[in-house]
């Protein structure tokens, strides 16, 4: 971990740097409560929520672990570790693709975030009868740090995979074992000045649309699918929205249809809430504060008691430690969105009420919009043009 110990020697003063020009945002912290946290240091990197209600945990540090975790919604959740792989380190994704069966990215690190080129695969791990089992499906020998997963729905056996090093989207057949690159965009390559090459992350597909991060960008773009999991004919990528900060590192849009973005960026800290409108609200995290220090993500429940709940996770901060050395093990936690959501839709009635009884309202907003408000992310782009700086010398001294 020689090139990650020493990044953090500098990037608390880059953190000082990004909280003197950090973009303006609303405040609406939301309600939080932590269902596990792990020892350190153990770094979080995927969650996906089973049919009935369980929580698949997947590790990125020290090891490729799978981890579920029963009874969220009580008073005393039921953590179990479901497996770890020998022969690879670190698991970057998990979907659930049928009740009870999951597809995971498993491989190996140099260093943290610093995937070893071809040693990826994709993994089932089936846990409907008894022991769990796990078996390697598709190898993928041509691709770097592969990041995210998602099923095709109504494509059995497909899955859209993300390429973050070398800037790609895949699609891949679990059933005959082959793959395919689909997509390559400016967007989802490693700009110039990240730190590592990270480009394409998390994705999610939403209403025809696939959005995806460009993590260094801090950057959320869309772009029209086919219901075949192929880049719709003649659809070109939009900008939906950048936010001011370091990084992000994935999103889940939600509830159900609903159209808002949360999203975790890891490195100060902060999950944000961008609704359709183009408001940017801080719901939880401070550059400065532990409570999701290094959240990653998360994914919302899928019982009729969760369904406002986003199960986050973190890595508790382990890639930017607070004022240089604070930073803990990554923890779940349970957020409750229904105020805010509850908040965005009394928002929208009192708009529709002060319009004039002659004037139209305006039209439904059936997709997310590509953001023009707080689209310009010059000054993330500056910092972390400072760090590439910093961390040239570093590896080159």
Sequence with gaps: MKIFTQLLTFLPGVQCLALNVAQTHHSFPLPLRILHQFPLPTYLQSAAVRTDGDIYIVTNFPDGSTYSISGATTDSPNISHIHRAGDVNAATGITETQPGVFNILAGRQSDLGVGVHGSFS??????????????????????????????????????LVSDSTLGKLLRVNTRTRKYEEILQDPSMIPPPWAVLPFGIGGMQMHKDYLYYVSSFRASIYRIRFTKEGYPAAGAKVELVVALRSIYIDNFVIGPGNDDTIWAATNADNRLFAITPDGTITVVAGAPDDLTVAGVVGGAFGRLSDDANIIYLITSGGMLNPINGTLFEGGKVLAMDTTSFLEKYKNKLSLSDEHLPSNSAK?????????????????????????????FRYIVGR
């Design 362 to 390: 305006p039209p439904a907003k059936s997709q997310l919009p590509v953001a023009k408000a707080h689209s310009d992310n010059t000054v993330s782009k500056s910092i972390l043009e400072i760090v590439a700086l910093s």
């Design 122 to 159: 994709v993994f089932e791990l089936d846990t409907r009868f008894g022991k769990p089992a796990i078996t390697e499906l598709v190898r993928l020998p041509d691709n770097g740090l592969v990041v995210g997963v998602i099923p095709i729905q109504g494509v059995p056996n497909t899955l």
